[in-house]
């Protein structure tokens, strides 16, 4: 890759994380009582596109972000009011820009189709721009006032290797008022000497303008690093002006000393693979000290007590490692969760609903994969919030509600695992409806009773829906049984609580990592499991009595008054060997969602960090096992998926009975 196509990518990277700060300022822009400074924040987002495009040729992004950047422009300068319709027709602008971004990344010219109607109705705001003030209020505008700056631009001789052309910045600054401008060859060498990629030329620009300092550092936000800039400006120029634009700015100002109190954050764009190649590297120097450990656990301590501290070194080490590691590919939940505004606001309105999304804990951090994977379930939910949970205006005022209903998204770190929730005040599930939907599709029988919990449980089964009509938004019974599936494919639980007329909670609890895990190890007959330590409740050793035969079903074990199923590994994954005697069999009691449930093993071997290996790389998927890892004796053992233990008998008892 060339040094100007690996700046292409930063700009496109750059351009995404601007598109998604324009869409979040865009949805939380107050169209009664703008703020100037998200206005201006915007503009400024669109701006940086604007100029990085023209860079590398990109001129349709260059076209269409200029109609933009005027609309903005007339917003931020009071020209025009920041009203819905406007704002509608500039987020749906975010959308065509990323369109546009995407095929520059994709090497691929957009059809010329792309956007060509938004622009016209872009245009037609700005023309309408001065026709809605009022010619009173033409009057009244104060008289633009013109200010003089001296500019001396240096550019590094490298420079143009950035990606970044001179003439186009000079091009930019002359648009902002009347230039003169005057070039600078005397640092250009001999013809042998000279670098045909290095910039030797300098310019003084003499700048006529109504534009802020502002403005004009803007013109240079790309190039601050990779040159010398000098901006004064002259003292009042301009008959009959009391102040001038800027007075304080009357003295010689170099914006990099302006700034250079301010606190800077440094980080560094890494690509993902390198990441990911570290992170292999880490797990595998994991399983090797392991190993070693296990070759020390029967060496005499004072023989060996040197090599022993030496490997107890290298363990703690290799644990702080890790963790660095891990955090290097941890993220915010805010790339997904900087999603959800919009979709609340473009399906409520599809809708004719009044709804406000409220989001906590956005800078919650979790594995760069998980959230990859997560983007699609938590949309199916929000979308299941605005169209089934929240009911119309009409409907909540009845019901003495505000008319406007609220959903909260939320994560937080508990239990070393991250848990999001997704909270509506709308109309909770009305579980008569569900159940009846369900016996009609064949779901359950039709003389089933069913508790509260399982009615609720009910939305997650396949083809279910209660939507009267089908849409484009929903009705065909397709999403939450996918949302169940793909939240279960990371190793998470999804559970729902409803109150009739009160609203829906739905928690969803996922590991923060898929690379690595805390893992309990147990012997089966001659086999080796590891069980999540985050699914373990405790471990018990039941007597014969403490053990009951369910006709028809699994044993169960009482404990403190609940039966709670058992499940024999040994027979499930058909190993030999077993030990099923009352007081010897080892019960281990874990929780999968609102499930519990006893895995009968044999031996606990002990506690251990485990590197986790994914089958489905070489084989196909296995039920019940979401994984395998090595262990330090150099044998491979297979990690437990406890969702699915649960339905792997038939018969199965996948519920918890009170005791009399």
Known sequence: MSILDQFKQTYITECFELLADMESLLLNLDCDAADNEQLNAIFRAAHSIKGGSGSFGLDYIT????????????????????????????????????????????????????????????????????????????????????????????????????????????????GLGESKITADISRIPTFAELNPTACYITWQIEL??????????????????????KISQRQNIQENIATPN????????????????????????????????????????VITEAMLKAQTRHLADEQFQGLIRGIDELSQHTRELQEAVMSVRMQPVKSIFSRMPRIVRDVSAQLGKDIRLVTLGENTEVDKNVIEQLGDPLTHMIRNSVDHGIETPQQRSIAGKNPQGVIYLSAQHRGGRIVIEIRDDGAGINRSK?????????????????????????????????????????????????????????????????ELGKGSLFTVSLPLTLAILDGMIVRVGSENYIIPITAIIETLRPQAQDFHRVEGHNDVIEVRGEFIPVIYLGDVFRVANCEHQAGKTLVVLVESGHNKMGLAVDELIGQQQVVIKSLEANSDPVKGISGATILGDGRVSLILEIGDLAFMQPGKTNFIVKAA
Do not use: W
């Open 63 to 174: 076209d269409f972000t200029h109609i933009l950047e005027t609309l903005l422009d007339a917003m931020r300068e009071g020209k025009l009011r920041p009203t819905r319709e406007a704002v509608d027709m500039l987020l749906k602008s975010v959308d065509v820009v990323s369109q546009m971004v995407t095929a520059a990344k994709d090497g691929i010219t957009p059809p010329q189709t792309l956007g060509k109607e938004l622009r016209k109705q872009l245009e037609q705001f700005v023309g309408q721009s001065t026709a809605e003030i009022s010619p009173h209020q033409e009057e009244s505008q104060p008289q633009e006032v013109m200010a003089t700056y001296d500019i001396n631009f240096i550019p590094h001789e490298n420079l143009p290797s950035t990606g970044n052309e001179p003439l186009l910045i000079l091009s930019e600054l002359a």
């Open 208 to 229: 006529k303008t109504a534009k802020t300092l502002h403005a004009i550092e803007e013109v240079f936000e790309f190039v601050s690093d990779y040159c010398d800039l």
């Open 246 to 285: 800027n007075p304080q700015l009357a003295e010689e100002i170099s914006p990099k000393e302006s700034n250079r109190n301010n606190a800077i954050a440094t980080s560094i764009r890494v690509d993902l693979e390198k990441v990911d190649k570290l992170v292999n590297m880490v797990g595998e120097l």
């Open 434 to 498: 569900v159940v009846a939907k369900a016996k009609e599709k064949g779901l359950i029988a039709k003389d089933a009773i069913l508790s509260e919990e399982e009615s609720d449980q009910l939305i997650f089964a396949a083809g279910l829906s209660t939507a009267e009509t089908i849409s484009n938004i929903s009705g065909r019974g397709v999403g939450m049984d996918v949302v169940k599936r793909n939240i279960e494919a990371l190793g998470g639980t999804i559970t729902v609580k409803s």
